[in-house]
């Protein structure tokens, strides 16, 4: 049974931190493609950050210089360091583990930002 389980969500200030946390079970967590996506109310799920089995990574611009992704094989885990956050990075985040033509979900974290 695979299950992806986020956490570190919150209510923040703008300008503070956050970092996500992302534990893997039930697939060989090295072998996926780990990302970070969030879904803000009446938005479509916008993909925030992905790094791949070798280790490379890239980033939604809206992200860019802000957030980074990282992994822990040795955990299973995926966490995402999310700084300088803004009112608009409000959202429900949510951990996708993918591999091929199949992909996993987390149930979502929530992120609010707000003063």
């Known amino acids: 049974q695979v299950q992806l389980v986020e956490s570190g969500g919150g209510l923040v200030q703008p300008g503070e931190s956050l970092r996500l946390s992302c534990a893997a079970s039930?697939?060989?967590?090295?072998?996926?493609?780990m990302s970070w996506y969030r879904q803000a109310p009446g938005n479509r799920r916008e993909r925030v950050a992905t790094?791949?089995?070798?280790?490379?990574?890239n980033y939604g611009d809206s992200v860019k210089g802000r957030f980074i992704i990282s992994r822990d094989n040795v955990k299973t885990t995926v966490y995402l360091q999310m700084n300088s956050l803004k009112p608009e990075d409000t959202a429900v985040y949510y951990c996708?583990?993918?591999?091929?033509?199949?992909?996993?979900w987390g149930q979502g974290t929530q992120v609010t930002v707000s003063s």
């Open positions: 996708n583990a993918h591999i091929w033509n199949t992909e996993y």
């Open positions: 039930g697939i060989i967590f090295r072998l996926y493609g």
């Open positions: 790094i791949n089995v070798d280790g490379t990574i």
